[in-house]
């Protein structure tokens, strides 16, 4: 039994916003209220602190199985953990891929070992050969709980509306990485820097808009569910915004680097700055946190994809792999550039890591109610944190590291257990 005392709870669901307690018994909230008293059970002292429900991180990339000298299931929940996080939705491109039931049913027995929530997707198509739909049925009765081929693109139309039909048919979601590869260069590096200090041509604005443009219109035409994955334009927001205006039922999220800084942190973090999409200009960035304030962009997500040291450490920046650990600089990154600043409320900003990135795949989580789920991440909103390489996750690299953020996570409490505590 664990009682959280006189803490600030934020529940973005109910819109609670109040000083209160919460008694957690069984893997439930019991009980919320003033001035409880329960002999017997262990004693938060929340005083000052925000209580939120659990964070919700719908794109994580685990690298188990096939890549654990990157991350495994293990260090990946850790690092959840860590940073609030007490849900999470793993990406597929694994090896082998997500593709078939053997395979992802070896994934979610990895999965059910740790103290967090940890679900997957299936591949949308087999081994992401782009041509062949995977048995959506078998792998949603297997445990998926939605597809992705995230890392590439779908190129095929005919794919991607066989694919939502047959989402829409089984009640699925189809989440899509939205670049088209005849249009780009080298991954990782935006365009304009590309060419003004690399000197090469780099990752297009047009390569992801115009992919995201052609997805959501043969949505629309189906009236089936889309989610667009990690976008990083100033056109995609109006596209995305311009499909829902019609009716299509599509959702998009954006990842905490993409608002909080540019395509410059690339001259001073190096290959840690190397991502895909790529960081993108100013503009761009205060696009996508125009998007999140008018709710186009309803989900934010990590897009964590953890890489060895020695493989970020190349001479050649250009050769190096792209994606940086996000799970553990999310919330404070939120809190920095969005919340600090004025641009969201609190309550706001967490709804996008809660509820909405929950309602999405219909997961009991991202809500504080009772008979709830004891998923909870307590932290210190104001406190500022300087960035350091030591993470729970098996890698470090992240372009945040030096940096003072807002925002320190004092506890996680996954199904009532303290799964992290900040010493």
Known sequence: MLLIKNGRVVDPKSGLDQKMDILVQDRQIVQMGHEIVREGADVIDATGLIVAPGL???????????????E???????????????SVVMMANTNPTISTVETLQEVLASAAKEQI??????????????????????????????????GIPLRSTKVVRDALRLAKEHRALISLHEEDPELNGILGLNEHIAKSHFHVCGATGVAEYSMIARDVMIAHAENARLHIQHLSKAESVKVVAFAQELGAPVTAEVSPQHFSTTESLLLTAGANAKMNPPLRTES???A???????????VIATDHAPHHADEKNVADLTQAPSGM?????????GLTHLVHTGELALSDYLAKMTCNPAALYDLDAGYLA??????LVIFAENEDRLVTADFASKASNSPFVGQTLKGVVKYTIADGEIVYQNS
């Not at 299931?73 to 953990?81: D, E, P």
């Not at 650990?325 to 990154?333: A, N, Q, V």
């Not at 009772?370 to 998923?375: L, M």
Request: net charge negative; charged share 20%; glycine share 12%.
């Open 56 to 70: 919700v991180d719908i794109h994580v990339h685990f690298r188990e199985p096939g890549q654990t000298h990157k």
């Open 72 to 86: 495994d299931i293990h260090t990946g929940a850790l690092a959840a953990a860590a940073g609030g996080v007490t």
């Open 117 to 150: 929530h940890i679900y997957a997707v299936a591949t949308v198509t087999q081994n992401f050969d782009g041509k062949n739909v995977t048995d959506f049925a078998s792998l949603l009765k297997a445990g998926a709980v939605g597809f992705s081929d995230d």
């Open 284 to 286: 761009d960035r205060l």
């Open 288 to 298: 996508v946190i125009e998007g999140l304030k008018s709710g186009v962009i309803s």
């Open 325 to 333: 650990t996000g799970l553990e600089t999310s919330l404070s990154l």
């Open 370 to 375: 009772e008979g709830g789920p004891a998923d």
